[in-house]
């Protein structure tokens, strides 16, 4: 433990955080889907105090078209963290860290979408981190995941990202900023909640077999609550339409009745001789 991590108390006498969550407590999340209309899907996730966008085209003809697979789609995906996203401004454009993430991203969907269905396409995945705060790559998988699905990509199931670390010496599930900079150890993992497959699996830092075993334990639980609010998204989305349909029939007008398409003789009608 370095000067710094000594100075930064991460947990009380109480066994709580400084951000005043319990080691098993989630920040507040919050997710809605469909929120740009050039895209063909897309999300937008609030987690803690990240916020990310996600926007999904395809699946479209692969480009460049040395790329293209005879036999199945690519997932192209593309993890961006804006320069005004963090306290230091970001440098803009590619760096080593966004392409690695851009990268276990994509993997992590191959595994779920029916590439086999779309051979020749690309499905292109863009995460955008309009603000960082720690757990950025999770929250944007989460975005991605909705994202996708909004544009009707047909797939396993959703995913979810979600992390655990070692803080103070104690394990915790999703660490904030303090506690990944000063903590111990921080394990983001991506899972696939209906089949508990796990499609993307990173450490930074060391954590006993036992310590793993506990941080796994708190991301397979939280996912299931990210879960929920993923599907709660894509109903609120889809049912928001349906009402709006269902409002627009019912205060339409009635068909205008038809005007006869010939003349119609009243035998009182002046001008009309017989
Ligand atoms: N971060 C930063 N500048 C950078 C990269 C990261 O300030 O160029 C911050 C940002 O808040 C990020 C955190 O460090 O969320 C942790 O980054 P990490 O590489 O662990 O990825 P993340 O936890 O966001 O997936």
């Known amino acids: ?30 997710i809605e889907a469909g929120v740009l209309h050039r895209a063909d899907g897309s999300a937008y996730v609030e987690w803690g105090g990240n916020k990310v966008l996600a926007a999904v085209y395809g699946p479209r003809e692969a480009h460049p078209r040395h790329l293209q697979k005879p ?12 320069p005004f996203s963090v306290s230091d401004r970001k440098r803009p ?7 690695e993430i851009s990268k276990v991203i994509s993997e992590a969907f191959s595994s779920v979408i029916f590439l086999e ?15 960082a705060e720690a757990g950025t790559r999770c929250a944007a998988i989460t975005a991605a995941s909705v994202a996708i699905a909004d544009a009707g990509v047909p797939m396993r199931d959703l995913v979810v990202g979600c992390a655990s670390g070692k ?31 796990i499609v993307l699996l990173q450490m930074d830092g060391h ?18 609550q990210i879960y929920e609010l993923q599907k709660d998204a ?23 009745e038809e005007e006869p398409k010939y003349d119609v003789y009243h035998d009182d009608q002046p001008g009309v001789a017989e």
């Open 1 to 30: 433990m370095g000067d710094t991590e000594k100075k930064v108390k991460l947990i009380d006498s109480d066994g709580r955080r400084n951000d005043g969550r319990m080691p098993h407590e989630l920040r507040p999340v919050k």
């Open 117 to 131: 269905q779309f051979p020749r396409t690309s499905v292109d995945v863009y995460m955008e981190v309009l603000q």
């Open 207 to 224: 954590l006993t077999a036992k310590e793993f075993d506990q941080a796994m334990a708190y991301s397979l639980g939280a996912a299931q």
């Open 93 to 99: 454009g590619p760096d080593r860290r966004s392409n």
């Open 234 to 256: 894509l109903r609120r989305r889809y049912s928001v339409s349906l009402e709006e349909f269902r409002a627009k029939e019912a205060t339409a007008s009635p068909e205008p």
């Open 167 to 197: 803080v103070g010496g104690v394990v915790c599930l999703d660490l904030n900023k303090d506690e990944d900079n000063f903590g111990e150890a921080d394990v983001p993992m991506a899972v696939v909640p209906r089949t508990g497959q």
């Open 71 to 82: 036999t199945r789609a690519l997932v192209q995906c593309r993890y961006n963290m804006a």
